[in-house]
């Protein structure tokens, strides 16, 4: 059955890899092609999506801004300010306020409403941080919310992240450092283990295909056992399938003993600290 949300007018600025991805769950979920519109100057990829999803297109970022329910920030961070400038006098004489919701990694509210010229206490914008596995209908999006924002586009705004993937909301700006080190960089420890994993069954003898493909179906099972058990404790579920003697526990033992969740928390510390380098609150981290 439609949701009530699903008719609502939302446009895109920027038709790149996460707009088409968050276009393409919106049109899967069920939201209806005339009511989505994207613009860009990248004429290619804005023909893509309006040959492939049925979907409005245009060059001019206000072509499409007219009766929109949301309009959504997809450019990169570097051209977010003269998006924002370009958008600011559509917005003081727009009739009724639309919600502005931005994908920007590292931009904050603040800075957002300002180059919207807008008072960042009455502007209903939404800052998130989706990642790169909703090109696959599987994304983890943090959301955070300003005062201004309205229930109806609190659950708007659900709808739209939860057409490709989950949506969690955090009660605080600052809090998108850590949603940035855990899922926004999250795929990336991911495929660095599924990399080991896949290496070292080379190592032991098998064929690089072969192998892949079981380091890639594992984390994937791993990853959805855990998600049906969510009750459960993850150190319960490990058990159950570490028998006493068994060859897990040994496997088990070896990354416990080289601290392989210490050096997760590390990865993660260094990630949130260059986010908050990036964002101008963080001093810069030594690369070595
Ligand atoms: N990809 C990710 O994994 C990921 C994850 C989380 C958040 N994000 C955020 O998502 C945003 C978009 O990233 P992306 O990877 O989708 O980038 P992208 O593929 O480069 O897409 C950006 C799009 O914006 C277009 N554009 C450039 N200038 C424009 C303008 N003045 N008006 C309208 N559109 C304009 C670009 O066109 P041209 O190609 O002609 O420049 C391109 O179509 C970024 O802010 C990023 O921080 C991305």
């Known amino acids: 059955m439609m949701s009530t949300q699903q008719d609502k007018r939302i446009h895109f600025i920027g038709a790149g890899n996460m707009a088409g991805a968050m276009l393409r769950g919106l049109v899967s979920s069920g939201f209806k092609p005339g009511s989505l519109s994207c613009s860009s100057p990248a004429e290619a990829e804005t023909k893509r999506l309006v040959d492939e999803l049925g979907i409005s297109a245009s060059a001019d970022n206000l072509e499409y801004l007219r009766d929109c329910d949301a309009i959504v920030l997809g450019v990169k961070p570097q051209i977010l300010q003269s998006v924002c400038q370009e958008l600011a006098p559509f917005l003081a004489s727009a009739d009724r306020q639309p919600i502005v919701i931005s994908i920007a990694a590292g931009t904050t509210t603040q800075s957002i409403s300002s180059w919207l010229k807008q008072d960042p206490d009455l502007l209903p914008l939404v800052r998130s941080m989706p990642n790169t596995p909703a090109q696959v209908g599987m994304g983890a999006s943090g959301l955070f919310a300003t005062a201004a924002v309205k229930p109806d586009q ?20 600052s809090q998108l450092h850590a949603v940035t080190a855990l899922s926004g960089s999250g795929p990336a420890y991911v495929f660095e283990f599924i990399k080991g994993l896949a290496d070292a069954g080379v190592s032991l003898g098998l064929q690089p295909d072969v192998s892949r493909q079981l380091a890639e179906a594992t984390v994937a099972g791993a990853a959805k056992l855990c998600a049906v058990s969510h009750d459960e404790e993850i150190a319960g579920l490990q058990r159950k399938v570490m028998s006493p003697g068994g060859t897990t526990e040994q496997g088990v033992r070896v990354l416990q003993s080289e601290e392989l969740t210490a050096t997760v928390r590390r990865a993660m510390e260094a990630a949130r600290d260059q986010s908050l380098y990036l964002a101008g609150e963080g001093p810069a981290l030594a690369k070595n």
Do not use: H, S
Not at 157 to 166: K, L, M, R, S, V
């Open 154 to 173: 609190k659950a708007l705004t659900q709808e739209i992240f939860e057409a490709f993937g989950i949506a969690v909301w955090v009660e605080d700006e």
